[in-house]
């Protein structure tokens, strides 16, 4: 299990450099790899450790040049919407996304994660979508009584699923 420290992005990637004014999902090369079968990995905390784990045979990144937004929206007494501003979150706030990132990590016993890569993963066992491995995820969690957050127990439990589904792929 690793963060992949010395791989080197997916080739779609290495096509396009600078950065871009579009958020990570509408990145082209995040659409590219989407329509090959990848899907962005969760950017919820709860499965902030998933692509250290997940198999590396599906798992993959491209470096972040996307703009993270900060989007203010003004009301008026009623409720309604009476403006709109958008700018790129500033330097210090992402710092704090990160830093987020890796605390809950630090609390797994694992390392922190390469900065400015954006992982995605394919769904791997009899699992069509990602979002289906996930729920699979919940429930054995459920089952074996180990709450589906952060944790050692979790990230455990997660990890073992993780390389029994990936194994008969591999042989």
Known sequence: MSWDEDGTPHPLA?????????????????RELEVLGWEPAPEDLRWVFLPYVWPPADRTWI??????????????????ITGVECAPLPEPDLRD?????DEALAELGLP?????????LRPIGPFTTLGAVLDHLDDLAEARAVPARPS????????????ELAAPEER
């Open 152 to 163: 050692v127990a979790f990230l455990a439990l997660a990890r073992a699923e993780l390389a």
């Open 63 to 80: 470096p972040d040049r996307s703009t993270h937004w900060a989007v203010d929206t003004a009301l008026d007494g009623h409720g309604h």
């Open 97 to 101: 996304l990160d830093r987020e990132a």
């Open 112 to 120: 922190p994660r390469p900065r400015g890569r954006l992982w995605l």
């Open 14 to 30: 290495l096509r396009r450099t600078g950065r871009s004014e579009l958020e990570p999902d509408r990145l082209p090369e995040m």
